[in-house]
């Protein structure tokens, strides 16, 4: 039987290690907690504020797509 897994990927580490910001530095920026942000950061996050995103995007300089991946994995 095929399985398919469908689910967002967050690449926030990847966009972080890019913009040289550490998790302290972009959790003071956006004003979450460094444990929900590093949920966030672990791709362990259920979901996602729309405003929080906005604060990440606005504070790394970049857009949401740069940050989150649709992803569509057959199993």
Known sequence: MDMKT???????????????????????????????????????AKAVRFSTLAAICHALDCQPGDILKYSDIEE
């Open 6 to 44: 469908k689910d967002i990927i967050i690449h926030l580490d990847r966009v972080m290690l890019e913009k040289n910001v550490s998790l302290n530095e972009l959790a003071e920026k956006v004003g979450i907690t460094l444990a929900n942000l590093s949920i966030l950061k672990n791709n362990k």
